[in-house]
């Protein structure tokens, strides 16, 4: 038997569909068994979001430091052949249940020598929580072998109105004719099929302790390089003012929302004038820095890669 287990969590059931999909040609080998770890946290997370709570939310999210979850209700004692970790992404960071997952004695147990595939359902910015991802899985022995993405439809100009529509408001729906439904398209999360036939015809490779990567070609990450040195902008003010804001007091205290009223307009301001000038200007220079910019992009698709010479094959 080659037991595969899937770690996941989602508030709208979007990315619980992706791994859903993903997992289906899996599940239908007879010789496969997957186990499916929902993990909860012990304080549920709203969704839709109140407006406060979701901006007060961000310092915890980028200094790592989630509420905790609830005990696993698999057998910690089983030994699985690939672990796939299925995460969105908050403030440039995993999100915090699957934070406090990777932080736990479980993690380490069960992810030590593992081969581990992530699967990321997110508006469209997350390089940063990949970093992230990757260092806490190196700390915890695992492999990465394989990282898919999916990101919301639309350009990023309609998405940055989209996506916080919809945890802010549930509403998911498009609107006024040129703003798309919220979220990753029904298409996108069907086509994720793919990814799982390409891991069951890896199994003996994964069996035999390869490391991947096992779904090249298959377009399964795209980084536009225009929007790296923007991220990495935000991550960084993030960092500064979730400081502050942490030295303030715990989320929800009145002095640290004081200073965070300050810090949304100021981050709206950012997003609104800084970071399109700043892609604007990256344009520019970019023929000048291809060869650095194309390493980069290089690194950040690692492991899977964005080339698609597979596609329509499996
Ligand atoms: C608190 C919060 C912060 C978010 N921050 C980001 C972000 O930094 N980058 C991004 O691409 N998406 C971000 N999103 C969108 C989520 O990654 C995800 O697409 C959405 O919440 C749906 O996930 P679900 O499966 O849990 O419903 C954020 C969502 C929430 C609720």
């Given at each position: ?5 899937v770690?996941?969590?989602s508030?709208s ?7 859903r999909?993903?997992l289906a040609?899996?599940?239908a080998?007879n010789?496969?068994?997957v ?11 709203p969704f ?12 915890e999210?980028v200094?790592l ?7 696993l209700?698999?057998?910690t004692?089983?030994e699985f ?9 908050w ?16 993690a ?10 992530t699967l ?9 929580a990949?970093?992230k ?6 700390g ?6 394989d ?5 919301d439809?639309?350009?990023p100009?309609?998405?940055f ?5 919809w ?11 040129i ?13 994720a099929?793919r990814?799982?036939r ?9 069996q ?12 399964a ?26 030295s ?10 004081a200073?965070?009223v300050?810090y ?16 604007v200007?990256r344009?520019?220079i ?5 060869s ?12 899977s ?9 499996i």
């Amino acid at each position: 038997m080659f037991r595969i287990l899937v770690l996941h969590y989602s508030q709208s059931g979007q990315l619980d569909k992706i791994a859903r999909s993903v997992l289906a040609p899996l599940e239908a080998q007879n010789e496969v068994e997957v186990f499916w770890q929902n993990l909860q946290p012990e304080q549920a997370y709203p969704f839709p979001w109140p407006f406060w709570q979701f901006f007060d939310t961000f310092p915890e999210c980028v200094y790592l430091d989630p509420s905790p979850i609830k005990p696993l209700t698999i057998d910690t004692d089983k030994e699985f052949d690939l672990i796939i970790i299925a995460y969105q992404v908050w403030f440039l960071s995993p999100s915090l249940p699957i934070v406090a997952f990777l932080q736990s004695a479980d993690a380490k147990k069960l992810l030590a020598n593992k081969p581990v595939v992530t699967l990321i359902g997110c508006r469209n910015m997350w390089l940063s929580a990949q970093d992230k991802m990757r260092a806490m899985l190196t700390g915890l022995g695992a492999h990465l072998v394989d990282n898919v993405v999916l990101q919301d439809q639309g350009p990023p100009w309609a998405t940055f109105i989209t996506t916080p529509r919809w945890v802010l408001t549930g509403k998911k729906n498009g609107f006024w004719g040129i703003f798309p439904p919220a979220g990753i398209s029904e298409h996108e999360i069907i086509s994720a099929k793919r990814f799982g036939r390409a891991l069951t015809l890896a199994l003996p490779l994964i069996q035999s302790g390869h490391l991947g990567p096992f779904l090249t070609g298959l377009g399964a990450v795209k980084v536009n390089p225009g929007y790296i040195a923007g991220e990495r902008l935000v991550h960084r003010s993030f960092k500064m003012w979730g400081r502050l804001l942490r030295s303030m007091g715990l989320a929800g205290s009145p002095g640290r929302r004081a200073v965070l009223v300050f810090y949304v307009i100021f981050l709206v301001t950012l997003i609104l004038t800084v970071l399109p000038l700043g892609i604007v200007f990256r344009a520019l220079i970019r023929p000048f820095m291809r060869s650095k910019l194309g390493e980069q992009v290089r690194q950040l698709e690692a492991p899977s890669g964005s080339s698609t010479e597979r596609l329509g094959t499996i």
